[in-house]
């Protein structure tokens, strides 16, 4: 059963960083593309960020560009999520996402991830 455990998260001033991390148990990790989503309070969730699982990156551009990076660790099962800068805009629930081998140009499809973890928040104060 392959499972997602997000952690990370918490309450910081308009500026500050965060790092997330998305441990993953039950599966070949290596193998997995994963993906950064958030949600914020009546809106939908939205990607982030992603990462195949031969380490090729995108963003979404337009809210994350030069603050956020993604990045994996096989060895230890987990995909991080470096968020520099942030703005109160940022705060929302952030799930991780994984999907066997899907290729870079399907990271932003939430609908194909078939593995989801709980959530972690992220509270940006101005």
């Known amino acids: 059963q392959v499972q997602l455990v997000e952690s990370g998260g918490g309450l910081v001033q308009a500026g500050g960083s965060l790092r997330l991390s998305c441990a993953v148990s039950?599966?070949?990790?290596?193998?997995?593309?994963m993906g950064w989503f958030r949600q914020a309070p009546g809106k939908e969730r939205e990607f982030v960020a992603g990462i195949t699982w031969s380490a090729s990156v995108t963003y979404d551009a337009d809210s994350v560009k030069g603050r956020f990076t993604i990045s994996r660790d096989n060895a230890k099962s987990t995909v991080y999520l470096q968020m520099n800068s942030l703005k109160p805009e940022d705060t929302a629930v952030y799930y991780c996402a994984a999907e066997r081998r899907l290729q870079i140009w399907n990271l932003a499809s939430k609908g194909l991830y078939d593995y989801w973890g709980q959530g972690t928040q992220v509270t940006v104060s101005s």
């Open positions: 039950g599966t070949t990790f290596s193998s997995y593309s």
